[in-house]
């Protein structure tokens, strides 16, 4: 650059062409530690600083390399970049330009799979009250797997030889790669009152084979599902999100489909055993009636006189329990009936004319005070033993 007045966008720019010229600074790998993390709601864009324990450096990863990550960066992480360095002119500061980020001593995958797997359990998702029982005798079974897997296969041979009675409904989806979750979230939301239970999974793989079941839109579709899933996902000791959501977990899909249906081996034998003991408990019926039978027979035949006899004399206790019942029941009813009439008695109005009184009427009506009555006035009596007509010559208060 020759000498003489530059503005400060010459500068910024010369520094700039610099920077981006040095072949060096076209494509670094950083490690540090992620500080003052946000994501602009609105572009999708990634700013923070990336710092150790000597200096940071502003950072930015833009929304089209942001949305390749398989985790979620946040504040106090320690990940691994890849970028390059520039001049952003504006302010004439140097930052990091960032295209990929792994996070330090984990994989991205784990550690979006820890994520993730944490926030669906602290919303209730794998809880165990929302886990729905499998049928004891299911009709329909929904098969979601791989056309052309091996699982398919074991799923299909299980449940054909254990209940061949039961109906296999496949839903055939892709298992791996970017289209694969989509395919399953939909596959669950139309087998979903389809069939009496769902198999969901298929055979081994590595963690990016299996990665599919780890999708939150899959968990969030079981997890409504009101058919109970059972998730059947790689080997024994391979879990994902889709293994915690669903209502029951097997670990293979060859194990699936045994817990999906019984066993007609088992069920027959188990009817012949119950056979066997209803007809015993019949024999013992018949058998027990017919002794008794016997001795009633044995009675008779022997000593009708004594059978008549211990009939007669039940006949006469019976005869004698409910004559006394009944007279009970009578003395009841008039000791009753006594009492109640004793009552009325002494409430009753000639009662009270037997002593001496007499009640005044006027007009068909009791008298109650003079201020009822004029000179004149013609007044009945009754009296205990009849009445008396009269006519009111003089009236005092």
Request: glycine letters at 6%.
């Amino acid at each position: 650059m020759n000498g003489g007045i530059l503005t400060v966008s010459q500068i910024n720019f010369y520094i700039k062409s610099i920077v981006d010229n040095d072949p060096r600074l076209k494509s670094v790998f950083v490690c540090g530690e992620l500080s003052n993390f946000t994501r602009h709601y609105k572009s999708g864009h990634l700013y923070f600083s990336l710092k150790d324990d000597k200096a940071v450096i502003k950072s930015v990863m833009f929304s089209f390399a942001a949305s390749r990550l398989r985790f979620a960066p946040s504040d106090g992480m320690k990940v691994i970049v890849r970028g390059k360095i520039s001049v952003y002119e504006p302010s004439g500061q140097y930052q990091l330009y960032v295209e990929d980020m792994q996070p330090d001593g984990a994989g991205a995958l784990a550690l979006a799979y820890e994520q993730l797997k944490a926030r669906l359990e602290k919303e209730g998702l794998f809880s165990a009250g929302h886990k729905k029982s499998l049928p004891q005798f299911p009709k329909r079974v929904g098969v979601i797997t791989s056309p052309t897997g091996a699982a398919r296969r074991d799923i299909e041979n299980i449940i054909s030889r254990r209940y061949p009675c039961a109906e296999i409904i496949l839903y055939p989806v892709t298992v791996q790669g970017d289209t694969a979750p989509a395919q399953l979230a939909s596959a669950v939301e139309y087998m979903d009152g389809k069939s009496d239970v769902i198999i969901i999974g298929r055979g081994g793989g590595s963690a990016e084979d299996l990665w599919a079941f780890n999708d939150e839109t899959l968990a969030r579709k079981i997890f409504d599902c009101k058919t109970p899933v059972i998730s059947a996902v790689g080997h024994e000791t391979d879990f994902t999100i889709c293994d915690f959501v669903s209502d029951m977990r097997a670990p293979t899909p060859s194990a699936a489909a045994e817990l999906a249906v019984p066993d007609r081996e088992e069920l027959l034998n188990a009817l012949m055993q119950r056979r066997f003991t209803v007809l015993q408990l019949l024999k013992a019926r018949i058998s027990g009636g017919e002794e008794k039978l016997g001795a009633v027979r044995r009675s008779v035949l022997f000593s009708p006189e004594k059978y008549i006899a211990e009939q007669s004399l039940r006949a006469d206790s019976c005869t004698r329990r409910f004559k006394s019942a009944v007279d009970k029941y009578i003395s009841d009813k008039e000791n009753k009936l006594k009492y109640s009439a004793a009552a009325l008695m002494h409430l009753s109005p000639l009662n009270i004319l037997s002593r001496g009184y007499a009640l005044p009427t006027k007009s068909g009506k009791t008298v109650k005070s003079v201020k009822e009555i004029s000179k004149d006035d013609k007044i009945k009596l009754i009296l205990n033993d009849g009445s008396v007509d009269c006519t009111a010559e003089e009236i005092n208060e």
